[in-house]
C-alpha cells in the first residue's frame, strides 16, 4: 500500500488512455520518444520536427502530453511553442507539456522556467527515467483532473469546492491543491480567503508560491508598504524568484516610486533577460523616468526576444524607433548618425514584417521624417512629408497613434499651427476617452523634444521650489526660462502667473505686473475646456478680472 508520502508506481494502462505529441527536430530521437513511449503502453503518438506543425496539429487535436524539445534549430524554440499553447489556450488545465533539453545555460533554464513546464527532462532519456517522471505526472493528473475540468470551464465555486474537499482526501496533492485553491480566490477577488488559505500554507513553512501568493492579495487590497516589504525580502532570500521582481516593480508603482521599479526589473533581467513582457515593462517604465537609453535597449531586446514570438507586436518595433530617434535628434555626431540609421532599419524591418498596412505605413513616414529632421536632412524630411500628406488624403478619420506621429512630426518640422489643427481633429473623435485625451493634452503641452522637454520640466521643478520657499525673484526667473523653450505650455505660463500675482500683492506699484500676467493668459486662449489646467486658469482669469476693476 501507498502511504501518502510515497510515490506510486506508474499504471501501464494509464499511459494508453492519453495522446502524445513529441516534437524534436532530429528524426532519431523523434523515433527513439516513440518506441519509448509505447514500451510504457502509449499509443496514440503523433511526432513533428517543428514548432509550426506542432501549433498546427494542437489547434485541431486534443493533446494530453507533449514532450518538446527546447533547441528545434533555427526559428523557435520549445520555449515559443509553450508560450503559444497557452496564450491560444490549446493546451488545457490537464494536459502536460514536459520540456526536454540537452542545454543546461542559466540562461535558458530561467527562460523557460517563465513559461512554466510541468517537468524537465534532461537528455539523454532512458526508458526507466521517462517512465518515473512521466508517469507520476499521469497520476497527479488522472487525480485532480475533475478540478481542472471546472477551472477549464471557468466554473470557479465548483472548483473551490472540489479543491477544499480534496484537501484531507489527497493529501499527496495538498501542495498543488493549496497553491490552485489560492489562485481560485484570487481570481473571484476573495482577498479575505485567499490570504487565509496562503497564511495556512506559510504556517508549516516558508513556501514562496505562498508568499507571492499573499502579496498579490495584499497589493489587490491596497496594501502596498505591507506587499513592497514581503517582497522585497522574498528577492533578497530567493534571487532566482522571477515572479516576485515583477510584483515588486508593480507594488513599487503603485506607491509611485517609478524609478525604484525599474532597478527592480533591471535586476530580473540580469538574472533572466528572456522574458519579453519583462524587457517591454522595463522599456515603459524607463521612457516614463526619462531614462531613454535604458529605454532604447530594453526596446530592443523586446523586439528581439519578438522575432518567433505569439506576442510578438508592430508597436515594439515603433517604440524602439521612437526611442532612437530622441536620443538621435539634433545629434549630428557620428553616434547620432548611428542611432538615427538604426531607428530606419527598425521602421524598415517592421514594414517587412507587417506589410500592406497602410495604418503602420503612416507611422513609419512620420517617424522618418522626424528623424531625418533630426540629422538636419529637412529636404528629405519634407519630401517623406508630401507622402505622407498625400496618403492622408484618403483617410476620414485617423486613428490615434497615427495621429499622434503625424502631430509631432508637424511640430519637429515647425508646422506648429498644423500640427494644433490635427491634434483639435483628434479631440473631436478621441476626446470622450479620458487616456486618449491625457495622450493629446500632453502633445500639446510638450510639443517638442525629448531633450528640450526634460530642460523644461527641470526648470519648472525647480521653479515651483523656489516659488514654496518665498523666493519669488529666483522663481520669475526660472520659469522665463522655461517658457522660453516652450512658451504655450499651460502649466508653465500659470505658475508664472502665480508667481507674478504674489510679488503683485508686495508690490506698491504692479500695474505692469498685471499686464505681464495678461500677456501670459493669453497664450493660453484655446486652452479646452477639457484639459487638466483649464478650472486653474479659469480662475487665476478670474482673478486677474477682479484686480483690474
Known sequence: MNTPDSTPAPDPSAFGKLTYLVVDDFENFRISMRHMLRSCGANNIELVAHARAAIQYCTYNHVDVVLCDYNLGDGRNGQHILEELRHKKLLKRSSLFLMVTSETSREMVMGAREYQPDAYLAKPINRAMLEKRLGSLINQRNALLAINREIDRQNYPEAISLCTAAITRLPRYRTWLMKTLGELYLQLGDLTHAIRVYDEALAQRELSWARLGRNKALLANHRYAEAVESLQRMIDSHPDYMEAYDLLAEGLERQHHASKAQTILEQAINQSPNALHRQKHLAELAESNQDMETAAEAWRQTVRLGAHSIHNSASHYLSLSRALYDLSDDNTSTEGEKLANEALSVLESMVKRYPDNEIL???SKAIQCRIHAGQGHFDKAHSILESVQAMLNNVDVLELEAGLDYARTLYRLDLAKEARVTLGKLTEHYGEDPASARKIESLLD???????????????????????????????????????????????????????????????????????????????????????QYRRYLALKRKLEALKL
Open 446 to 532: 510638450e510639443p517638442v523634444s525629448f531633450r528640450i522637454k526634460i530642460k523644461a520640466r527641470r526648470f519648472n521643478r525647480e521653479g515651483i521650489a523656489a516659488f514654496e520657499s518665498g523666493n519669488l525673484t529666483e522663481a520669475e526667473a526660472i520659469f522665463s526660462k522655461a517658457l522660453e523653450i516652450i512658451p504655450t505650455h499651460p502649466a508653465l505660463n500659470l505658475n508664472q502667473i502665480q508667481v507674478l500675482l504674489k510679488q503683485y500683492n508686495n508690490s506698491t506699484n504692479g500695474k505692469g505686473l498685471l499686464e505681464r500676467c495678461q500677456q501670459h493668459l493669453k497664450r493660453l486662449d484655446d486652452l479646452p475646456e477639457h484639459h487638466a
Open 361 to 363: 505605413e503612416l507611422h
